[in-house]
């Protein structure tokens, strides 16, 4: 008869163990398809058309001086490089036998350590075709390119010259240098929170805590969703593994029971797995909806605020524009007032006119009304293109939105808990007809501007 301890083990440890083990791989699913699908949900956003919040990003590494990388000397943004010794030793072990016997036995054990290296940031912009954007790579997670990977013996002159001059414990003498860099001018694809920058008016991507990502990769956004998807594929396997490991063991391992009388009952774990999994998979389903709705929501609201920037600041600039118009019609006034004075040769002469007009030119040193009708549309076609670029940022984001809720198997649970398709943006008749700018003579001066649909 067994006494308990003896049941114990096998009946309760050894399932109980596998059942912990399935936890973690649950959790790590879990953590992977949230991940996956905020990368999913996310629309690329142009450089120059970073709003503040959690952005996706694509385009090219540059910056004005770039960093040389140690290893490959490669002109680069950032690099993280090292260098691994290998180690090998024979060690003798005490250990007890299944018969109680104690017994010794010897074994091999070798691996790599780490003997030197470091990763090199600094700031660097991302340019696409409409602009660039800063980023702080501090704290990101990097998915660089290999650029060295190179294995040596003692006698290559690379062992010495860059490594360091001791060794490791028991080392072959055997040293693998490897380097990893982001290149300049190569393609990037980052995810990150996008910030206020504060030394200009201008947004940057930086780190923040409460980011659930930040990610600087140099492969695309099609080859890091595909990781990803790899990664649920294997953490449902392995949880599944060890959920049944836990009962096979201890049927077939220890309790020697037939695989004919046993193998039913390996089915109510997996069973059990399987609507864990189903139950995971409908909670991360309706957090990411309530998250990209919000999202959604969010992009619509970025539309009104460049509609009130430009309701606010474009007749500011043109009140501006008058206001320098007029003092510049006062000056050209004065001036042709004081040349006609001369010209008549009545009450003062020609040296009687330079005092007051240098007056005048101290006073009025850069006004020319070219020059700021030249800043005026330069600005109004920068405040035109944010909208659009806001506008189709929305778009791109209430797309997505829709083919989320439209698609099988997730269609049917956002139609059960109640979400909807948001419209997207569409200019009206009064918005397609063209605007046009009236450049209006002020006085046979400079001339002023008037805007009508």
Known sequence: MQSPGDIFVPEILI?????????LMLWGWMWSLRHRRLLEDLPTSKAKGVFIGLVEVKGTAEV??????YLANKPCVAYDWGIDEHWSRTVTETYTDSDGNTKTRTKTESGWIRVDGGVVLEPFYLRDDTGIILVHPEGATFEMTSVFDKTVGIADPLYYGIGPAGVVPDSTYRRRFHEQ??????????????????????????ADKNAPVFLISNRTEEQVLRSRGWSLLLWAFFGLLFVELGWIIRDLGIRQIPANVAWPGWFLPAGIFAGFLSFAWMWQVFNSLVDLRNRTNRAWSLVDIELKRRADLIPQLIRSVQAIQGYEKEVQTALVALRNQAN???????????????VLAEAYPDLKTA???????????????????????????????????????????????????????????????????????????????????
């Not at 399932?15 to 936890?23: D, K, R, Y």
């Not at 605007?435 to 001339?447: D, F």
Request: net charge neutral.
């Open 64 to 69: 004005e001086s770039p960093l040389s990388s």
């Open 344 to 358: 008549s040769r009545s009450g003062v002469g020609v040296e009687g006119l330079t005092y007051p007009m240098r």
């Open 371 to 453: 020059g700021n009708f030249s800043k005026l549309m330069g600005e109004l076609a920068n405040t035109e293109e944010r909208i659009a670029l806001a506008r189709g940022f929305y778009n791109d984001q209430a797309t997505w939105h829709n083919t989320r809720l439209e698609r099988i198997p997730e269609g049917w649970l956002s139609r059960i808990m109640g979400f909807r398709t948001r419209p997207l943006w569409s200019a009206t008749e009064m918005e397609r007809a063209p605007v046009r700018v009236h450049l209006q003579e002020n006085g046979g001066t400079a001339p002023s501007i008037t805007t009508t649909a």
């Open 15 to 23: 399932p109980s163990g596998g059942v912990f083990l399935c936890i």
């Open 181 to 206: 860099a982001f290149p300049l001018h190569a393609p990037l694809y980052i995810v990150g929170q996008a910030r206020e920058r504060k030394d200009i008016v201008a947004p940057e991507i930086a």
